[in-house]
């Protein structure tokens, strides 16, 4: 075999079987990964080739989340080859390998397999060949059927006529495959959908119990066992295994086809409610049983009844207030549902980590979110509230009834929880629900989703559980990366993202299927990416992407998933439509509203004012939203309402870098338009890069210009890779009578920006570099590419507003001044204006009605 086949070059060897070998390869045309499967033998004849092309075509058309995907088939060197999609992560014959999984894990892979098979079988496709080893769960924890289309050409028409032929004819499959053919698989006989679900029986056996249903010492042998045996129901080899279990392995593991499920559907379902009676258990067994007393005499019976009537008498004279108070409470009109969930409290340890009380709280807003009628507040803020009163809590942010708890570890290593939530009505203080949870700690997030399940009902609101609540409910989580994602949490809440994205990071190599701490990276990448001006590292912008389709595929019906995959999309219009889900899904995702607020903000200012004003109605005291507003009236070329904004949020977060960087861009825009704008040359930027690179523009104003350029060179040192920093350097170099340095730094940002394939964070900043040193043709072709590309569109207004190109060409600032009035740039930014006016037009549509 060559380096290359058609046009995927051919980067090494990942698997050989008898089938055929399989090659890992790289497809030239759109970059991704895939694998390729060479299929050579019995392949020479032209028209048996042909044949195979025909049998296996109608499988690129199967999509779904659970099976690798067919691309295409095609022909070379005399050789069929498959390219598929390639999955990373372990088979299952990996991990089983002679132990039993989790039940749990268990049924919920074998429901991911059966999802996947019941779409194959409504477009007429059958697997086939269905075993262990054709099914990976890739790193996030997800199961992915493999090779679908090779049974197409690999199975023998017409059953074998001597019991030769058919012993050497179950010899050449081997026992591997023949132990999950079903029977009429290995008689020969034509074999449709049903066969795939006896395979899948088998492989559920496996999972559950750590022993092959079918096993002999040959594959005769195992053949034999197959077609006469019957293996013994999983909860005799393993006892913790629930009977539904048992039921569904037994049916679908019948001889008959007409005896098995007779849909893939059907199977799925009954997967599902055995996982869910299984839950039910185990929330059973956390309610301690008292034993039933003994039966009263009849005359003791009278005794009591006499005296309980007369204290019932009693207390209801002298408690009737309070009485009154709880019968409202239980049968009376509910209170609004605005809730305002405060850090829970850690007892019983060294309270050794401080924010996993907070970071619990965090998680369970989340999931309250997600019950539709009920608004939770202030959820953005929670950190702020640690200390405080429920019922000062709830009146700053308007709520109606408080969430609080405890959390009591059982020991040092938290390997078991017992959790207590409360509901408090914040109008008189008094608690009117209580719920007790208790279990290990891989099961917090089942814990999460019972309390959830709990306080819906009590506020009697209309709620189904859902697929994410379902798949919460049946997680298991690695307690140390679930503690690497709280940590993570308590970083973003402090604004330090760059350490929030390396807490995610590590919780995600702890444990791949942890989809929350996928997307807590998404947000703390981005917010490195446009909010701290990194938008040209390629690198952050990858991560972002893979981060975000990883917490997608694992769960496609959280609003967390889909707020990543808005953060992490490549066009605008795809940023808008992933977080209305969000919204849709929960209507008080506060970082949603911010988030759709920042994509608009370059071609609807106006609409990304309202955007944050709902998040500031969510969220009072969250002061990204007043920096929102600060930018948003930027764009408008209101300052003062940007100033005031920018002194609203200041008096929240008074440390934040933001403010100065606000106030300076605001300063240079008024000199620019001719106004006042005294200089601040001894204020220090610290590291906060947009800040940076304003103070340098600042300072070359005095005459300064070696000053601009240290400030430059050390941010340059701190992040090698921002390309406005060496942009501004760039400008400053040319100002300062060094044009040549200054061109040379510049035509290297334009390379980069023109480069195929470069990531299109480089055009704006190719545009400032270009504007830096007076080249408008240059500026002015990057410009025309910006307003004809939806990518290099979306990119463009993903930045800090006090860095958009898009105000720095309107308000004429530093550099963008230089050339904003030349010739050559009035068409380009008359395209561009256009394209953002279609923009605001075909956004609006997206957001109908939100």
Not at 336 to 351: E, H, I, K, N, S
Request: glycine letters at 8%; charged letters at 20%.
């Amino acid at each position: 075999m060559g380096e290359s086949i058609a046009h995927y070059d051919i980067l090494g060897l990942a698997g050989d079987k008898d089938l055929g070998p399989v090659y890992r390869a790289r497809d030239t045309k759109v970059g991704r990964t895939v694998a390729i499967r060479v299929l050579s033998r019995n392949m020479s004849d032209p028209l048996k080739r042909a044949r195979a092309l025909h049998l296996i075509q109608p499988y690129t058309g199967l999509s779904h989340p659970h099976a690798a995907t067919l691309f295409e088939v095609g022909e070379h060197e005399g050789a069929i080859y498959l390219v598929y999609e390639f999955v990373p992560g372990d088979k299952l014959s990996a991990l089983t390998a002679g132990r039993p999984m989790n039940p749990r894990r268990a049924l919920d892979l074998a429901a991911q397999v059966t999802d996947a098979l019941a779409e194959a079988h409504a477009l007429e496709l059958v697997h086939g060949d269905l075993t262990p080893s054709s099914v990976v769960v890739t790193p996030k924890g997800h199961a992915k059927i493999l090779d679908f289309g090779l049974s197409a050409i690999a199975v023998e028409n017409g059953p074998a006529q001597t019991a030769e032929r058919q012993a050497a004819r179950l010899e050449s499959l081997g026992s591997a495959r023949v132990g999950y053919m079903a029977p009429e698989q290995l008689l020969g006989h034509p074999a449709d959908h049903r066969a795939d679900l006896f395979s899948l029986g088998a492989i559920l056996h496996e999972m559950a119990t750590g022993k092959q249903a079918f096993f002999g010492r040959t594959a005769v042998e195992t053949g034999v066992h197959v077609l006469q045996a019957r293996p013994p129901i999983p909860s005799a080899l393993n006892p913790a295994l629930p009977p539904e279990l048992d039921a569904i392995v037994t049916r679908a593991l019948s001889k008959k086809p007409a005896d098995r499920y007779q849909s893939a559907a059907l199977m799925a379902a009954d997967l599902r409610s055995a996982a869910a009676a299984l839950q039910s258990r185990a929330a059973a067994l956390d309610e301690t049983k008292a034993p039933p007393p003994a039966p009263p005499s009849p005359w003791r019976a009278v005794v009591l009844g006499c005296l309980l009537l007369a204290t019932i008498a009693l207390g209801l004279w002298h408690w009737q207030d309070p009485l009154r108070q709880a019968w409202q409470g239980r049968f009376g009109a509910q209170p609004a549902p605005l809730l305002v969930v405060l850090p829970f409290q850690v007892v019983g340890t060294d309270l050794s980590r401080p924010y996993y009380g907070t970071g619990f709280a965090d998680d369970l807003a989340r999931r309250l979110g997600h019950i539709p009628g009920v608004t939770v507040l202030g959820r953005s803020t929670i950190r702020t509230f640690r200390g405080k009163s429920p019922q000062a809590v709830a009146a700053s942010v308007r709520a109606n009834l408080a969430v609080i708890g405890t959390l009591t570890p059982s020991d040092e290593e938290w390997t078991t929880l017992r959790i207590q939530v409360l509901l408090i009505e914040v109008r008189d203080g008094r608690v009117i629900w209580t719920g007790s949870y208790g279990g290990a700690a891989q099961d917090v997030l089942a814990l999460q989703a019972r309390a959830t399940l709990d306080v819906a009902a009590w506020l009697r609101v209309d709620y189904q559980a859902t697929a994410a609540h379902g798949r919460a409910a049946l997680r298991l989580v690695d307690p140390a990366a679930y503690d690497k994602y709280l940590q993570a949490r308590d970083a973003m809440a402090s604004n330090d993202a760059s350490r929030a994205a390396q807490l995610f990071e590590s919780a995600t190599a702890a444990d791949p299927s942890l989809l929350e701490a996928q997307a807590g990276l998404v947000e703390a990448l981005y917010t490195m990416s446009a909010f701290e001006g990194r938008v040209q590292y390629g690198d952050v912008q990858g991560r972002a992407r893979d981060a975000a389709e990883a917490a997608f595929s694992a769960d496609p019906d959280h609003a967390s998933t889909h707020f990543a995959m808005g953060l992490a999309a490549d066009t605008w219009r795809k940023a808008l439509t992933h977080l209305r889900r969000a919204l849709e899904i929960d209507r008080s995702y506060t970082a949603a509203y911010l988030a759709i607020a920042d994509v608009l903000r370059e071609f609807d200012p106006a609409g990304a004012t309202r955007f944050a004003q709902r998040a500031i109605e969510l969220d009072p005291a969250q002061p990204l939203a007043y920096y929102q507003l600060a930018e948003n009236n930027l764009m408008l070329g209101e300052f003062n309402g940007a100033l005031a904004e920018t002194a609203r949020g200041q008096a929240l977060a008074a440390s934040l870098p933001w403010w100065d960087a606000m106030r300076l861009r605001i300063r240079q825009a008024r000199t620019s338009a001719g106004g006042s704008g005294a200089t601040q040359a001894g204020r220090d930027a610290g590291d906060f890069p947009p800040g940076i690179i304003l103070r340098a523009a600042d300072v070359r104003t005095v005459h300064r210009g070696d000053d601009a350029l240290g400030l430059l060179a050390s941010l340059a040192r701190l992040h090698p890779e921002s390309c406005d920093a060496q942009a501004m350097m760039a400008a400053v170099l040319f100002q300062n009578g060094r044009p040549a340095d200054a061109s040379r730094l510049a035509s290297g940002i334009v390379a980069n920006a023109g480069t195929a394939g470069a990531h299109p964070g480089w055009a704006r900043c190719a545009v400032m570099a270009a504007a830096g040193v007076n080249d408008a043709p240059r500026a002015a072709a990057i410009l025309t590419r910006v307003a004809s590309s939806d990518r290099e569109l979306r990119v463009w207004g993903a930045v800090n507003a006090v860095l958009s190109g898009q105000a720095g060409l309107r308000q004429r600032v530093f550099p963008w001044g230089n050339v904003a009035d030349a010739p050559a740039m009035t068409d380009a930014i008359s395209r561009l204006e256009a394209a953002l006016i279609r923009a605001r037009a075909d956004a609006a549509k997206v957001l109908q009605g939100l």
